[in-house]
């Protein structure tokens, strides 16, 4: 008999969201092997996910699988796979920005990049998407440091500064080919500079656009209207079927409230963002720049070459954008594309993943024991 299966691994914080790292060379090349491993680590399908790493939220249930890439212009490669929390499903249907923040520290401390003597740049070609990305942050003495004094809103305390850039991005800023679509019924701007983002007047769906996320959550009304719009949205933009996928997602827009270009509330795309995703923050700002967008009569943009302030439930993102608003029948391009992230590490070791058996649960045994408060 062999010993229970143990797998190196890495936690982090990448920006405002938790995740493992792994090295792909630790994880099965199998996909359907990987992925059944890893909601075994994660402790999916549960709603606490509490046999595993994941913290009972989509935003606590990432991970990164990081390797050396064979591309003369990238120095790794960043797969991103978004574990279901109650549901058992692995899907690599979508990037993750947030996440992308603790690839270029994981990768130098795990050996796959050398660190320069006072900052690194690492190279990272993003396997979701095929787009490019370049991180940069402090290795003083050609090491890692995590501590630092950069803030972002939704994480107490500071950090590192983790500066990402994103050079043009790979497709199309407007999949639908228009400025502005009507989908069952409302008017709405497709865009991605990254991720997939439906842009939604909150107006036009009965709210604010300032309610808190668990507020927005609980109106069941709202959430049938979204599930409509995602899906019709979804077809419109040649991603297809999007009935459980975890992409495009919504943003409601609102004029900003503090100081910014917008006020958001994200949906990912079931629950409510508590702040809003780097490349969805991407697609937003980027959005608001196209003539005609939903977002004109609602967002104050600043001044040339100023950044960008998405405000989100717990602060804001900043996003260093340039558009080229194209004219004539030209679509508008995406110029360029930074952000300032942080990442930490919080623990590094051996995951024990839970067993591969298969038992029912306890509740559906005869007689078996049940925790009502996990369902
Ligand atoms: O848009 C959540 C997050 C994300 C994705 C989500 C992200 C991004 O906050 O780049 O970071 O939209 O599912 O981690």
């Known amino acids: 008999m062999t010993g229970p299966e143990e797998v190196r691994c890495t936690l982090m914080r990448g920006g405002t969201s938790k995740g493992a790292y792994f090295l792909a060379g630790d994880l ?21 996910q509490i046999d595993g790493l994941g913290g009972g ?4 249930s990432k991970v990164a699988v990081v390797s050396g890439s064979d591309d003369p212009g990238a120095d790794v490669d960043y797969l ?7 549901r058992p499903e692995v899907t690599d249907r979508q990037n993750c920005g947030n996440i992308l923040a603790g690839v270029g520290p994981f990768a130098v401390e795990r050996g796959l990049v050398p660190a320069g003597d006072t900052e690194t740049s690492v190279r990272i070609r993003m396997l979701n998407t095929g787009e490019r990305a370049v991180a940069t942050f402090p290795t003083p003495g050609g ?41 069952a019924g409302t008017e ?61 997602k919504l943003t409601l827009l609102a004029p900003p409230r503090d100081g910014g270009a917008v006020t958001t509330r994200t949906f990912i795309p079931v629950r409510c963002h508590t702040s809003i995703g780097v490349l969805g923050a991407a697609s937003v700002a980027a959005g608001l720049r196209v003539p005609g967008g939903v977002g004109e009569g609602i967002a104050r943009l600043p ?17 260093d954008v340039r558009v080229d608003p194209g004219s004539d029948g030209i679509p508008a391009v995406v110029r360029r ?39």
Do not use: W
């Open 303 to 319: 001044g040339a070459g100023e950044r960008t302030r998405v405000e989100h439930p717990t602060g804001f993102l900043e996003v």
């Open 57 to 60: 939220h989509p935003l606590t």
């Open 337 to 375: 594309t930074a952000v300032v992230r942080t990442a930490r590490k919080i623990f590094d070791g051996t995951v024990f993943p839970r067993s591969a058996a298969t038992a029912p649960p306890p509740a559906q045994r005869p007689g078996g024991h049940h925790d009502s408060a996990a369902r």
């Open 28 to 48: 099965p090349s199998d996909p359907a092997a990987r992925d059944d491993l890893l909601l075994r680590v994660m402790g999916s399908p549960d709603p606490r």
């Open 80 to 86: 991103f796979l978004q574990v279901a929390v109650d």
């Open 143 to 183: 090491r890692v440091d995590h501590t630092g004094t950069a803030g972002i809103s939704g994480v107490p305390g500071t950090a590192a500064p983790v500066v990402i850039e994103f050079p043009q991005g790979a497709g199309p800023l407007l999949p639908t080919g228009n400025a502005r679509d009507t989908v």
């Open 188 to 248: 709405v701007t497709c865009v991605d500079n990254g991720m997939p983002v439906v842009l939604i007047p909150a107006a036009a769906l009965g709210v604010t656009g300032y309610e808190t996320p668990r507020d927005l959550e609980e109106d069941v009304a709202l959430a049938d209207r979204l599930r409509e719009i995602r899906l019709a949205a979804g077809r419109l933009m040649g991603i297809g079927d999007v009935e459980g996928a975890t992409v495009p």
